[in-house]
């Protein structure tokens, strides 16, 4: 461990953010996406007759304990990003909280990919996640994570001047300038490694005493503040690049269980009778 890496552990440990014992073996959200690549694979060797029984079949994948998000509500997010305000950042704070995009996505996302004219992004042409302690180039989780977002004009206005930043910081390096055409990345251009992203946001929200969530938890939070403010769940799905909007639902349905409530209550309300609406 480096000196700077054992600094930051202190640090974290200081705070409370005590690292949780791993348990011996694989967990079983591993284990269970190896299962269902290993019966793909086996099901194209049984269609091309390399063999003539899927060996997978036969053995139960582990059940995978479902566990609530955590998420922070509308005003503890304002908080944060009223205090990131001056943050090199802040445009990519906004763009997370405004779209719940993953954090590949933003490390990976290139200025080509916004027309900000439009108010338009195109996610997941492009993205950088951890390989064996190393950032690499993606092309995005899946074939939906490749998706037309549209953007709010806040958000639009709070990226217009992040890159008009990024263009006088390229000036100003010349030559030196590392062009690697990303949308956020360091003064001379070089790419943020995925990690350090997070670190940071640990940092802000333990300055600020803001409840402790896991930086992918703000994509969470996007998507429970976007279902509770009525937005359709086929509207929501499309915009975290889920595969199916049966997915996005099964997700997060013991995060909005309310609005379940609040369905019985509006449809009961269509036709009960002027009589009896005085008793519910």
């Known amino acids: ?23 011996p073996g694989l967990a079983p959200k591993t284990v269970k996406s190896v299962h269902i690549m290993l019966s793909s694979a086996m099901s194209v060797a049984v269609l091309w007759k ?13 059940s995978v304990p479902r566990r609530n998000h955590s998420t922070w509500t509308p005003e503890q997010m304002m908080l944060f990003l009223e205090h990131v305000r001056h943050h090199r950042w802040y445009a990519l704070w906004v763009l997370e909280a405004s779209t719940g995009v993953r954090r590949s996505e933003l490390c990976g996302v290139e200025i080509a990919a916004f027309d900000l004219s439009k108010k338009l992004v195109r996610m997941a042409a492009t993205t950088r996640v951890i390989a064996a302690g190393k950032a690499v180039k993606g092309s995005g989780k899946s074939q939906k994570s490749r998706r037309l977002l549209a953007l709010d004009s806040f958000t639009t206005g709070v990226l217009t001047v992040h890159f008009q930043q990024l263009e006088k ?16 990345c360091w003064e001379d251009g070089r790419p943020i490694y995925p990690d350090t992203i997070t670190e940071e946001f640990n940092k802000i929200i333990d300055f600020l005493g803001l409840p402790k969530i896991r930086f992918h938890d703000v994509r969470h939070t996007y998507a429970t503040i976007s279902l509770r403010a009525g937005v359709h769940p086929k509207i929501v799905s499309s915009r975290l690049g889920h595969a199916t909007v049966a997915f996005t639902l099964d997700t997060y349905s013991a995060d909005i269980e309310d609005l379940d409530r609040d369905a019985a209550e509006a449809v009961i309300g269509l036709f009960l009778p002027p009589s009896q609406k005085g008793l519910v």
């Open 50 to 62: 390399y063999i003539s029984l899927n060996p997978i079949r036969s053995v139960k994948a582990p």
């Open 1 to 23: 461990m480096t000196y700077a890496a054992a600094r930051r552990a202190v640090r974290r440990y200081e705070v409370g953010r005590i690292p949780k014992p791993h348990e």
């Open 169 to 184: 910081e390229k000036q100003d390096w010349g030559d030196a300038y590392q062009d690697h055409g990303l949308a956020f």
